[in-house]
């Protein structure tokens, strides 16, 4: 149909204009055929491929249509240059480097659409699946996922390039693995890092939002899990971020796994003149009301109270809670502290401070 039409073009512009002009306007008439159609296939995705799509339960087609829409469009007005080009006699000795660009444009071209539509791949999974999921594993590893994805796309399309141009690829992948051992050796440490991010993410000992505690001492909750450190924050709302390489290599407790419930205990003691039954169900009173209180402890467990020591001026003994998550302890204690103090002083219940008796013996003759 086109070689039609620009057999009328030629037949009725040639005996005004000459042949030089005629093959321009020819050329413009190509590029305006192509560009109408480029506006036609827009126009028929708008009205009734996205009108179809968006009918459907899933996101997945609504997103692939958007990300080849504009590609496509895009594409068909460079293909209608290309042939425009090419019929344009002064350019048949430029032919070469012509059809060269154009076969740079839509390798690339063609992997720009491949990404973007595993960009929408991936933009459905986190969408629709990732959400549904019970760990935040996917969202973790999703961004970095696309971008390995997308990497290798543009590696294939250069591969592709330079085997269009008759470029020996042999000789560079020889060229890159020489350079790929020096490179290495000028950068161990930083592909140190890399590989101990890669075990951390595979061996999952944390995930964004657990709270840990390192050897060192520091403890927040995981922000971030980088190639190269991860990043924890910690009460003071700063952020400790922390190398790979000591993160794999050192101990950590991870007070989120198995579960987030963590127990701890509370030291109190009283004095030796005291009826430790009633000392029991006193505490065992005030840490139930507490707990009720704050509405943080774990469910179905209830607070004991574990008589320890005869310490130096008191009977002392442990009160054990269990909440939900571990930063649920220090109020607790807070308020617990204060209660238990509050009621002991109202049931007439001592806390005696430290104290030494001195016995004084009278020896006979003084």
Sequence with gaps: MLETVLGYVDSFVLPFVG???ADYITAVVIIAAFF???KAVNFIIKRFVLHVSTKTKSELDDLLVDAISLPLVMGIVVAGVFVALQGLPELSEYALYINGGF???YILFGALVA???INAIVRWYAIEVATRTHTKMDEQYLPTIKRVVSGII??????????SFGIEITAIVAAMGIGGIAIALALQDTLKELFAGAHVMMDRPIKLGDFIELDSGDRGTVIDIGWRSTKIKTFTRNYVIIPNSKLAASKLINYDKPKQEIGFGVECGVSYHEDLDRVEKVTVEVARSVLKKLGTGAKGFEPLVRFKEFGDSNINFKVIFRVSKFADQYVLRHEFIKALKKRFDKEGIEISWPVSK?????GRGK
């Design 19 to 21: 042949r030089v002009y």
């Design 36 to 38: 109408v159609a480029a």
């Design 103 to 105: 076969t740079v444009f």
């Design 115 to 117: 990404i973007r539509v």
């Design 154 to 163: 543009l590696l294939l399309a250069l591969v592709w390039i330079l085997a």
């Design 358 to 362: 001195v016995y004084m013996h009278k």
